[in-house]
């Protein structure tokens, strides 16, 4: 199982940067099934920290999709860096990159998910969403930014 959990884990990052995808870009009317299946790889428990720093709990989640349904016309989603940094069992922690492109703007975050391989699919526990920022002078340093300089 644990080999099948971590292609499983993988697979569902990208299916469900899919879903997000279709909700946000196709018309309000198209989207109720999306977020049907969108919303059934999220636990009843599922809670996220988003790229503001808000902890959003499943039915304001579901709410935010509802509210975003079809209001982004022309966005792309890529997901890249897909990486398994823990596992116990059946529960994997997957970082990844994610990067919307939308009216001429491009940002970025790293996210983290933990989530569950079940035998009837993958469940999302949990999200953490961190914004990437540009580089700066004062930010890179000989610790790539990650210690502040001297």
Same mark, same amino acid.
């Given at each position: ?53 808000? @902890?959003?709990? *499943?039915? +304001? ?10 209001? =982004?016309?022309? #966005? &792309? %989603? ?13 529960? @994997?922690?997957? *970082?990844? +990159? ?10 970025? =975050?790293?996210? #983290? &998910? %933990? ?36």
């Amino acid at each position: 199982m644990p080999d099948n959990a971590i292609a499983r884990a993988e697979r569902s990052i990208h299916h469900v940067h899919e879903l997000i995808h279709l909700m946000f870009t196709r018309p309000p009317g198209q989207t109720q099934a999306v977020l049907g299946g969108l919303m059934a790889v999220f636990a009843e428990d599922f809670s996220m920290v988003g790229t503001a720093g808000k @902890v959003l709990e *499943r039915p +304001q989640v579901e709410q935010l999709f509802r509210t975003a349904a079809g209001t =982004r016309a022309g #966005l &792309a %989603i890529s997901v890249d860096q897909v990486r398994v940094v823990w596992q116990a069992g059946a529960h @994997v922690a997957v *970082r990844y +990159q994610e990067t919307h492109r939308w009216n001429g703007q491009q940002t970025q =975050r790293w996210s #983290l &998910a %933990i989530v569950e391989c079940t035998a009837t699919g993958v469940i999302w526990h949990c999200l953490h969403e961190t914004p990437q920022a540009e580089p700066t002078a004062a930010t890179t340093t000989k610790h790539d930014g990650i210690l502040p300089g001297p």
